[in-house]
């Protein structure tokens, strides 16, 4: 399997001291959380979690455009003392198990678009690097999950967020195992430019 060779992203690293972020993005149901956690494991590294899938459960009805910068902005708080532990324990990474680039897709998508704050706190902290999970594993509903049928389509959509908000990315593909082994073997050649 050949691997790409991503670059560290220039307009989010300052200096050798600073963790490495990774984060891992995508449509629904493609191993972003399940990753993470084995990522996080694999380099005994913090993981930040998702807030958006505890919020909805704990609002009882559908997000609206008024709660988007709520979301984007607690996952940034998430973030941050995520960030702040890795930093005084020395971690040279911090995987993100989502962002607000998520936030920013899933606005495109139910709402046309997303409030300019939102748009501009994606860009502000762009991490180093993004894992954007394809869609080649099969789709499970789990009660918040909705889009099953239009995979393609909001895959298509996270690539165009990606691109319009001139992050580096890297495909994840393939098998559970393959995914690993490649998520790994990017966050390695990352890590690798940074010492």
């Known amino acids: 399997m050949s691997m790409p060779r991503p670059t560290p992203s220039t307009h989010t690293r300052r200096s050798a001291q600073l963790p490495l972020r990774v984060v891992l993005t995508g449509s ?26 505890g919020y909805a459960q704990r609002i ?6 008024n709660d988007l910068l709520i979301i984007a902005t607690e996952q940034a708080a998430l973030e941050d003392q995520h960030l702040a532990a890795a930093r005084a324990t020395g971690s040279a990474l911090v995987v993100h198990d989502t962002d607000p680039l998520s936030t920013l897709a899933y606005a495109q998508h139910y709402f046309g678009g997303a409030p300019a704050a939102v748009e501009h706190l994606v860009r502000a902290r762009r991490p180093d690097h993004y894992l954007l999970l394809d869609i080649d594993v099969p789709w499970v509903p789990d009660g918040v999950r909705d889009r099953g049928d239009r995979r ?19 495909r994840i593909h393939g098998t559970w195992s393959e995914r690993r082994a490649l998520a790994i073997q990017t966050i390695d050649h990352l890590l690798s430019l940074n010492t």
């Open 60 to 65: 009882a009805r559908p997000i609206t455009y």
């Open 28 to 53: 629904e149901s493609v191993g972003k959380t399940t990753l993470a956690a084995e990522l996080g494991a694999h380099y005994h590294a913090p993981v930040v979690p998702e807030f958006v899938r």
């Open 152 to 170: 393609a389509e909001m895959q298509q959509l996270f690539v165009d967020t990606l691109t319009r908000v001139d992050a580096t990315f890297t």
